[in-house]
């Protein structure tokens, strides 16, 4: 069964910087990327990014290109979510999801709980 734990969520500063981390396990051999996508109230979900099993290919939401990175510990299967030059409109609950990868969008089947990020003066 598939488990995905995120951590490192908080309340940052506009300009500021946080990591967040996702704890895998049970992974489905049907699907091929794990990632992250973000849910803020009132407003639909968005992909954020996400890395291939195979390759390691990467894709980010325009939103956020030039200032997140994703990355994975193959070691531990955990996936990061650097997050740097942060904006208030980056509020959200970021979910780690696995799915399948896909241009522009990687679909997903599964995700975790979610990790509240905040970016306030």
């Not at 992250?36 to 968005?46: L, V």
């Not at 980010?60 to 904006?87: E, H, P």
């Amino acid at each position: 069964q598939v488990q995905l734990v995120e951590s490192g969520g908080g309340l940052v500063q506009p300009g500021g910087s946080l990591r967040l981390s996702c704890a895998a396990s049970g992974f489905n051999s049907d699907y091929n990327a794990i990632g992250w996508f973000r849910q803020a109230p009132g407003k639909e979900r968005e992909g954020v990014s996400c890395i291939s099993n195979s390759d390691g290919s990467t894709l980010y939401a325009d939103s956020v290109k030039g200032r997140f990175t994703i990355s994975r510990d193959n070691a531990n299967i955990t996936v990061y979510l650097q997050m740097n030059s942060l904006k208030p409109e980056d509020t959200a609950v970021y979910h780690c999801a696995t799915g399948v990868y896909s241009d522009p969008i990687c679909q997903y089947e599964y995700w975790g709980q979610g990790t509240q990020v905040t970016v306030s003066s």
